[in-house]
């Protein structure tokens, strides 16, 4: 069990304006902020950050969303962070998601589906790793 998570507001869900209604979900969730930082990805940065799904047909149209505007990276804690972030993002299709999640409150498409979290807690490090130095996580 690990109590960190990284977490990406995609590029939609903040040219639309919800990065702040977004992070206010999260906190009132019990997750404390230990880095977060505006990024815009190159497409060479987006694709080292999903390399994990290069062979899959997605990946191209995946790269190309993730470096079309601005996003939002933030590294979370709270006990067992990965699972309990799964849960309140809710289901990949914002359309599958339970009622009050962030993907169906601010999700718009299966690609377009506001945020990203982690999968694992190996993949926690991992990510949060990509985007950060140690000395920039609090």
Do not use: C, W
Not at 81 to 91: D, E, K, N, Y
């Amino acid at each position: 069990m690990s109590n960190i998570t990284l977490t990406i507001i995609k590029p939609d869900a903040v040219k639309d304006g919800h990065t702040g209604a977004i992070l206010d979900q999260i906190i009132k969730a019990g997750f404390k902020v230990k880095a977060m930082k505006l990024k815009h990805l190159s497409a060479a940065e987006a694709g080292k950050f999903y390399e994990v799904h290069k062979e899959r047909p997605f990946y191209n149209d995946l790269v190309k969303y993730m470096s079309s505007g601005p996003v939002v990276p933030a590294v979370l804690e709270k006990d067992d962070a990965v699972a309990s972030f799964r849960t309140l993002i809710g289901a990949t299709n914002p359309a599958n998601a339970d009622e009050g999640t962030i993907r169906k409150n601010f999700g718009k498409s299966l690609e377009s589906n506001a945020i990203h979290g982690s999968d694992s807690n190996e993949n926690a490090l991992i990510e949060a790793g990509f985007f950060f130095a140690g000395t920039e996580i609090y």
